[in-house]
């Protein structure tokens, strides 16, 4: 039912408390669940997506309303609203947040709780006369558009992407330009993948959604101000709360898609260097780890299988046949030794290159100012971009990408696609570079996305990319964090990196393990890094060749230590899957900052030196050279076994540890259930019908509950096919007993199997009066060192099973 109000406004001067002194209310209406206030300069247009999303449109007078999102896919639910009109406030709202405008002095501002959370300063203006040069020489525009907010004094503000900047953004004034920062250390205000993107420690999240160039002023004056600056397009934004993070990444996930989920494989090893020159250094490289016995799943091939030199072969995107003469054979033979390839393709075409020619002829490229195929030279070239934006251009790419895909290629590396150079005058068939530029990553990932399921319909896309926008994650998207200098410095600012963005979104971003600028030959270093990558979303060694990066050439010392750092990484393989399932199913981050933890410890704020892996993993890389013991804050939540002496640690204090060589410190939260594979030299070798499963009991923990998600790893939509199966675990002290669970939620697609299980149970003090497995009495192992209780188990999983364990206190 229509509902319209009038009201004519009075011309008078505006206090100084208004949002906009120039703007004035003239009238508001609501139907069909859109709400609009009309003023004097425009219309505001409110849309609820959810209870927990509304989203905010300026309209200027003599503007036409755009609805196209780069980003957005949810579609708007139908959700109970209230209105209330009283005084000179109208409130319109959900059971989760609401928006309230003043009408006179002109004021919009949003609240949840019962709290203002954030509202326009000035809202939406227009400034002639200024310039935006956001790359020396690049960029200059003579206006720019804003959206003004205010900010409360003491929040902390996170997001615009990947920045080396610290946890707490608030005070910079930040691009939003995809770029490239080759050899960065520990801070770094511009890199490959910026995203229009502020959190806030009061648990909200604004996203701007527009796709052209612009800035993020993060209250850099000090004046208790965020500000989004734009060249042009969408003046749109959502709001974004929840009752908890995870509560806020599920509902920014759903608005603008959830991640697929990845193949398994893409959770094990990868070989992978700057690059390899030929089919027998590929071979050479997998037979060394087979000969090492250290797992590999994937390796990498950089540009040179499609040219003998850095310069001047980019764009051939075909097989080198002088170094690599039968390729379909060497996919073949790789796969029958478990390894995955995956090439590196890029978007550019260089006028030397082979296909130079057909990109003219085919008309794919983007265009000069006056239509002409736009060449340009960079460190590799002289140079075209493909038009993706251009359905020839578009198809003609996906057609390569789907011929390497039949050929057996089953993973895609994107690189440069910032776009790495791609000057503003550049045309494309929906708008200038400047416009485009930042989504161009995103809309290549989708290509890419696209090509690898057309070819392989029901084979799980693996697309490495490191330039994206919000919104890449719901195309596969596997962002890694740029060209990280081969320093402790490089190593310091990964942690940072891949927190910020699995809070908007991008759960997969990780590091080239190891780092990848620089001739730097120090094994403590890349130790240490392929340590913390064991707890980073994706396992990936890569360098500029000059050091190896891989360990099976590196010494005996560094190899020993990275291969119990891989194995280990393997070991978890079954906890690290069911991450990649909360993440697909949720957005939750597979890295999470221990804010979320405790939401409510200002103290954490700004801290990102330990952090959690998954629920129940807590990690505190070490991050210096010759340290021999840290500083790891313990979240008050838990009590925390130390992984490797089972000690415990209560919750709630900061403690000095020592540190060792073989790792880095690690626990695990009392109550937690662990699983963990056999050993295996490739994810393709394992068996998940036999794992071991460590329960860490803690007296103060009196029920305990986790769940495992299982599936073949490799075909598309398992959730949806019923392709699936979920094994729950509980744990209860009742008195002297200890009731511990197992129970199977089983799709119907998926086999109900029987799992052989080693239950090991920590912090048993005593060897237990009696352990029975349903009605039969059993004896299980106890160690009084470690004082562990080992129990071997037969589990037909579509039967519950029940042990209980009587403590001997």
Same mark, same amino acid.
């Given at each position: 039912?229509?509902?319209?109000?009038?009201?004519?406004?009075?011309?008078?001067?505006?206090?100084?408390?208004?949002?906009?002194?120039?703007?004035?209310?003239?009238?508001?209406?609501?139907?069909?669940?859109?709400?609009?206030?009309?003023?004097?300069?425009?219309?505001?247009?409110?849309?609820?997506?959810?209870?927990?999303?509304?989203?905010?449109?300026?309209?200027?007078?003599?503007?036409?309303?755009?609805?196209?999102?780069?980003?957005?896919?949810?579609?708007?639910?139908?959700?109970?609203?209230?209105?209330?009109?009283?005084?000179?406030?109208?409130?319109?709202?959900?059971?989760?947040?609401?928006?309230?405008?003043?009408?006179?002095?002109?004021?919009?501002?949003?609240?949840?709780?019962?709290?203002?959370?954030?509202?326009?300063?000035?809202?939406?203006?227009?400034?002639?006369?200024?310039?935006?040069?956001?790359?020396?020489?690049?960029?200059?525009?003579?206006?720019?558009?804003?959206?003004?907010?205010?900010?409360?004094?003491?929040?902390?503000?996170?997001?615009?992407?990947?920045?080396?900047?610290?946890?707490?953004?608030?005070?910079?004034?930040?691009?939003?330009?995809?770029?490239?920062?080759?050899?960065?250390?520990?801070?770094?205000?511009?890199?490959?993948?910026?995203?229009?993107?502020?959190?806030?420690?009061?648990?909200?999240?604004?996203?701007?959604?527009?796709?052209?160039?612009?800035?993020?002023?993060?209250?850099?004056?000090?004046?208790?101000?965020?500000?989004?600056?734009?060249?042009?397009?969408?003046?749109?934004?959502?709001?974004?709360?929840?009752?908890?993070?995870?509560?806020?990444?599920?509902?920014?996930?759903?608005?603008?898609?959830?991640?697929?989920?990845?193949?398994?494989?893409?959770?094990?090893?990868?070989?992978?260097?700057?690059?390899?020159?030929?089919?027998?250094?590929?071979?050479?490289?997998?037979?060394?780890?087979?000969?090492?016995?250290?797992?590999?799943?994937?390796?990498?091939?950089?540009?040179?299988?499609?040219?003998?030199?850095?310069?001047?072969?980019?764009?051939?995107?075909?097989?080198?046949?002088?170094?690599?003469?039968?390729?379909?054979?060497?996919?073949?033979?790789?796969?029958?030794?478990?390894?995955?390839?995956?090439?590196?393709?890029?978007?550019?075409?260089?006028?030397?290159?082979?296909?130079?020619?057909?990109?003219?002829?085919?008309?794919?490229?983007?265009?000069?100012?006056?239509?002409?195929?736009?060449?340009?030279?960079?460190?590799?070239?002289?140079?075209?971009?493909?038009?993706?934006?251009?359905?020839?251009?578009?198809?003609?790419?996906?057609?390569?990408?789907?011929?390497?895909?039949?050929?057996?290629?089953?993973?895609?590396?994107?690189?440069?696609?910032?776009?790495?150079?791609?000057?503003?005058?550049?045309?494309?068939?929906?708008?200038?570079?400047?416009?485009?530029?930042?989504?161009?990553?995103?809309?290549?990932?989708? @290509?890419? =996305? /696209?090509?690898? #399921?057309?070819?392989? !319909?029901?084979? &799980? +896309?693996?697309?490495?990319?490191?330039?994206?926008?919000?919104?890449?994650?719901?195309?596969?998207?596997?962002?890694?964090?740029?060209?990280?200098?081969?320093?402790?410095?490089?190593?310091?600012?990964?942690?940072?990196?891949?927190?910020?963005?699995?809070?908007?979104?991008?759960?997969?971003?990780?590091?080239?393990?190891?780092?990848?600028?620089?001739?730097?030959?120090?094994?403590?270093?890349?130790?240490?890094?392929?340590?913390?990558?064991?707890?980073?979303?994706?396992?990936?060694?890569?360098?500029?060749?000059?050091?190896?990066?891989?360990?099976?050439?590196?010494?005996?010392?560094?190899?020993?230590?990275?291969?119990?750092?891989?194995?280990?990484?393997?070991?978890?393989?079954?906890?690290?899957?069911? @991450?990649? =399932? /909360?993440?697909? #199913?949720?957005?939750? !981050?597979?890295? &999470? +900052?221990?804010?979320?933890?405790?939401?409510?410890?200002?103290?954490?704020?700004?801290?990102?030196?330990?952090?959690?892996?998954?629920?129940?993993?807590?990690?505190?890389?070490?991050?210096?050279?010759?340290?021999?013991?840290?500083?790891?804050?313990?979240?008050?939540?838990?009590?925390?076994?130390?992984?490797?002496?089972?000690?415990?640690?209560?919750?709630?204090?900061?403690?000095?540890?020592?540190?060792?060589?073989?790792?880095?410190?690690?626990?695990?939260?009392?109550?937690?259930?662990?699983?963990?594979?056999?050993?295996?030299?490739?994810?393709?070798?394992?068996?998940?019908?036999?794992?071991?499963?460590?329960?860490?009991?803690?007296?103060?923990?009196?029920?305990?509950?986790?769940?495992?998600?299982?599936?073949?790893?490799?075909?598309?939509?398992?959730?949806?096919?019923?392709?699936?199966?979920?094994?729950?675990?509980?744990?209860?002290?009742?008195?002297?007993?200890?009731?511990?669970?197992?129970?199977?939620?089983?799709?119907?697609?998926?086999?109900?199997?029987?799992?052989?299980?080693?239950?090991?149970?920590?912090?048993?003090?005593?060897?237990?009066?009696?352990?029975?497995?349903?009605?039969?009495?059993?004896?299980?192992?106890?160690?009084?060192?470690?004082?562990?209780?080992?129990?071997?188990?037969?589990?037909?999983?579509?039967?519950?099973?029940?042990?209980?364990?009587?403590?001997?206190?």
């Amino acid at each position: 039912m229509k509902q319209f109000f009038f009201l004519i406004a009075f011309l008078f001067t505006v206090s100084i408390s208004a949002q906009n002194p120039t703007r004035i209310y003239k009238s508001h209406n609501e139907e069909n669940g859109k709400f609009e206030v009309v003023t004097n300069d425009g219309r505001y247009k409110f849309q609820f997506y959810t209870d927990a999303i509304l989203e905010t449109s300026f309209i200027p007078n003599n503007e036409v309303y755009n609805n196209n999102s780069h980003a957005v896919v949810l579609e708007p639910e139908t959700i109970q609203t209230t209105y209330k009109y009283q005084g000179d406030t109208i409130t319109y709202g959900s059971k989760g947040i609401s928006v309230k405008i003043v009408t006179q002095p002109f004021q919009i501002s949003y609240v949840c709780d019962g709290k203002t959370i954030i509202s326009e300063k000035r809202g939406y203006i227009k400034s002639a006369h200024e310039q935006m040069d956001m790359v020396k020489g690049n960029i200059v525009t003579d206006s720019i558009e804003k959206m003004e907010f205010n900010l409360t004094k003491d929040e902390v503000l996170y997001g615009v992407g990947a920045r080396a900047l610290g946890m707490n953004r608030r005070g910079n004034r930040l691009p939003l330009f995809n770029r490239a920062h080759y050899g960065y250390e520990t801070e770094s205000k511009l890199m490959n993948f910026t995203m229009p993107i502020v959190l806030s420690s009061n648990k909200y999240m604004i996203h701007f959604d527009n796709a052209p160039i612009g800035y993020l002023d993060l209250d850099s004056k000090g004046d208790n101000s965020l500000t989004y600056e734009t060249i042009s397009g969408r003046k749109t934004y959502q709001v974004i709360v929840g009752e908890t993070w995870y509560d806020i990444m599920d509902n920014y996930t759903s608005l603008t898609g959830k991640q697929p989920m990845l193949p398994r494989w893409a959770l094990g090893n990868f070989s992978s260097r700057f690059g390899y020159h030929s089919k027998e250094e590929v071979e050479m490289t997998i037979d060394k780890f087979k000969e090492d016995q250290i797992p590999v799943d994937a390796i990498i091939l950089d540009l040179y299988w499609f040219g003998e030199d850095i310069k001047g072969t980019m764009g051939n995107l075909e097989f080198l046949k002088d170094s690599f003469p039968n390729p379909k054979q060497m996919i073949k033979d790789l796969k029958s030794k478990n390894v995955e390839t995956i090439l590196i393709t890029e978007p550019f075409i260089l006028s030397t290159s082979n296909r130079w020619d057909e990109a003219v002829e085919k008309d794919i490229l983007a265009k000069d100012t006056i239509g002409n195929p736009a060449r340009y030279d960079f460190y590799f070239g002289n140079t075209g971009i493909i038009d993706i934006y251009n359905p020839k251009g578009k198809q003609w790419f996906k057609d390569i990408y789907k011929d390497l895909a039949k050929m057996g290629v089953n993973g895609f590396w994107g690189d440069l696609g910032e776009p790495e150079v791609h000057p503003h005058w550049v045309q494309h068939h929906t708008g200038s570079a400047q416009e485009v530029h930042n989504i161009y990553g995103h809309d290549w990932a989708k @290509l890419v =996305y /696209e090509a690898s #399921l057309e070819a392989n !319909p029901n084979k &799980r +896309p693996f697309i490495l990319m490191r330039a994206g926008y919000s919104g890449s994650q719901r195309y596969g998207m596997v962002p890694w964090s740029g060209d990280v200098n081969r320093t402790w410095g490089g190593l310091q600012s990964q942690p940072e990196i891949a927190l910020q963005m699995g809070m908007q979104g991008m759960a997969f971003m990780h590091s080239d393990l190891g780092g990848f600028a620089g001739a730097n030959l120090d094994d403590e270093l890349y130790v240490r890094w392929l340590q913390y990558g064991v707890f980073q979303p994706v396992f990936r060694p890569h360098a500029q060749e000059d050091v190896p990066s891989e360990p099976v050439f590196r010494s005996d010392k560094a190899k020993r230590l990275a291969k119990f750092a891989i194995l280990m990484r393997y070991r978890m393989l079954p906890y690290n899957y069911h @991450l990649m =399932y /909360e993440n697909h #199913l949720m957005g939750k !981050p597979l890295m &999470r +900052p221990l804010l979320f933890e405790e939401p409510d410890n200002p103290e954490l704020y700004n801290y990102s030196e330990t952090y959690l892996w998954g629920n129940d993993v807590l990690v505190a890389p070490v991050l210096e050279a010759g340290k021999k013991v840290q500083n790891v804050y313990f979240p008050k939540t838990s009590n925390w076994f130390n992984i490797e002496t089972d000690e415990i640690i209560k919750g709630g204090q900061t403690k000095s540890v020592k540190t060792h060589t073989a790792y880095i410190p690690t626990y695990v939260r009392a109550g937690a259930f662990i699983p963990l594979a056999e050993s295996m030299q490739s994810t393709k070798d394992y068996d998940d019908s036999a794992f071991q499963l460590q329960y860490y009991h803690h007296e103060d923990v009196l029920e305990s509950e986790r769940q495992f998600y299982f599936d073949d790893g490799k075909t598309v939509r398992p959730l949806e096919n019923k392709n699936y199966q979920i094994l729950v675990f509980e744990a209860e002290i009742e008195g002297r007993w200890l009731e511990i669970d197992f129970e199977a939620e089983t799709g119907k697609n998926f086999p109900s199997e029987t799992k052989t299980i080693e239950l090991t149970i920590h912090n048993i003090q005593k060897e237990p009066k009696r352990v029975k497995v349903g009605k039969e009495k059993v004896d299980g192992t106890y160690n009084s060192e470690y004082k562990t209780l080992t129990l071997n188990l037969t589990w037909d999983t579509s039967i519950e099973k029940e042990i209980r364990i009587k403590l001997n206190k």
